[in-house]
Nanobody
């Protein structure tokens, strides 16, 4: 059975940092394009960052560019999202998702597996 589990969420003051982890069982994350999505209360879920499975290219939403960084762990089954200079508007539930198609990135409907999410709350 495939599972994606996010961890590392919590409460942080504006300007602080957090690192989210997405750990997989049942699949090798290296074979998948991984996207971090987030959903704030009352808003639609949006793509934050993704990393391609084939060439490792990374992409970021304009709202997080320069502050967030996505990377793969050396164990090949963890993907990280380093979040720096956090702002109150980053408050949301963050989800990781895995898609076998190499370059879907932001296509939520094309993701094969989803985690249950982890809450990030940034206070001002």
């Amino acid at each position: 059975q495939v599972q994606l589990v996010e961890s590392g969420g919590g409460l942080v003051q504006a300007g602080g940092s957090l690192r989210l982890s997405c750990a997989a069982s049942g699949i090798s994350l290296d074979d998948y394009t991984i996207t971090w999505f987030r959903q704030a209360a009352g808003k639609e879920r949006e793509g934050v960052s993704c990393i391609y499975s084939d060439n490792g290219d990374t992409y970021y939403a304009d709202s997080v560019k320069g502050r967030f960084s996505i990377s793969r762990g050396k164990d090949k089954n963890t993907v990280y999202l380093q979040m720096n200079s956090l702002k109150p508007e980053d408050t949301a539930v963050y989800y990781c998702a895995a898609g076998i198609s190499p370059r879907l990135c932001w296509a939520q409907g094309g993701m094969d597996y989803w985690g249950r999410g982890t809450q990030i709350t940034v206070t001002s």
